[in-house]
């Protein structure tokens, strides 16, 4: 098989599913982050003979992406802003919105000339507090969750992209003793209610976890609730808070975090819809 051959192969295998400009990245994607060819060889030299493994791979890519699931599982890479980032079916695939949370945090904060102490609560990947230490050298960040495989995880994204975080495992349920002074919290924790499911496409479903995505009807601002009650605890006086929120439950999130004493700021992401909130105390 050449590289034009595997091209060809994907092209073909995935007309159904995607245009060709879709399938096409794709392709380039599993020359560059799979096989570490670099794309441009496609258009160069479409001759080059590939090896068995090369095949194998190429053919296992395929089917993968025939099933739907996502190309950052089948690659094993996520690219978000400035990183690189290993990611598996432990953490959800880092999106463009939450990129725009880490913009605005950093957008607030870029003549700060003092160390300021951050909190990245359920942090996955890492993709939100890696991001930050990479770009402000003053941020001194903390990254929170209750797994020790998806901490591991964040630990090595965090060396791969050349900075530090202390990774701290933790369960927000069960965190009331825990004190941590700290300068900025940001979140973005599970806010799709379950009775959202139908809307959604079937590789979201089907392959990322759905303890990242998913709330109960019942309790959908469960999250936000016990982050609130943290920073009563271990916020610093003028410090912020940072929320990427469901557009849906702005209203009812507002009045929650009202009632702990904070003033709002909105922002809308990239599709025109409230997506990010900013709180300082009152």
């Not at 530090?164 to 349920?173: A, F, G, M, T």
């Not at 507002?254 to 409230?274: H, M, N, P």
């Amino acid at each position: 098989m050449t590289l034009g051959d595997g091209h060809k192969l994907f092209r073909e295998g995935l007309n159904q599913l995607f245009q060709n400009s879709e399938i096409d990245f794709y392709f380039k994607a599993i020359l560059k982050d799979r096989l570490y060819i670099d794309p441009i060889q496609l258009g160069i030299e479409p001759n080059l003979k590939l090896t068995l493994k090369e095949e194998i791979a190429i053919n296992q890519s395929l089917l993968k992406l025939i099933s739907k699931k996502p190309i950052q599982y089948v690659t094993g890479k996520a690219h978000f802003r400035e990183l690189i980032l290993k990611v598996d079916r432990r953490v959800l695939i880092p999106r463009p919105e939450t990129e725009e949370i880490v913009g605005w945090i950093l957008e607030d904060f870029k003549s700060i000339n003092k160390k300021l102490r951050i909190i990245d609560i359920g942090t996955g990947s890492g993709c939100i507090g890696i991001s930050l230490a990479k770009e402000q050298s003053f941020f001194s960040v903390f990254a929170l969750d209750k797994d020790k495989d998806i901490l591991d995880l964040a630990a090595k994204n965090a060396k791969i992209n050349g900075v530090r975080i202390k990774c701290l495992r933790k369960d927000i349920h069960k965190i009331k003793s825990f004190q941590l002074k700290i300068d900025v919290i940001v979140s973005n924790p599970p806010y799709v209610m379950i009775s959202e499911q139908n809307q959604m496409k079937s590789n979201v479903l089907n392959y990322e976890p759905h303890q990242a995505i998913f709330v109960s009807n019942s309790d959908p601002l469960v999250f936000y609730r016990l982050i609130l009650e943290f920073a009563t605890r271990n916020l610093n006086p003028n410090g912020y808070i940072y929320f990427e929120i469901n557009p849906l439950l702005l209203d009812d999130l507002k009045s929650l975090i009202i009632s702990f004493s904070y003033t709002v700021l909105e922002r809308l992401d990239i599709f025109g819809k409230v997506r990010m909130l900013r709180l300082q105390k009152n």
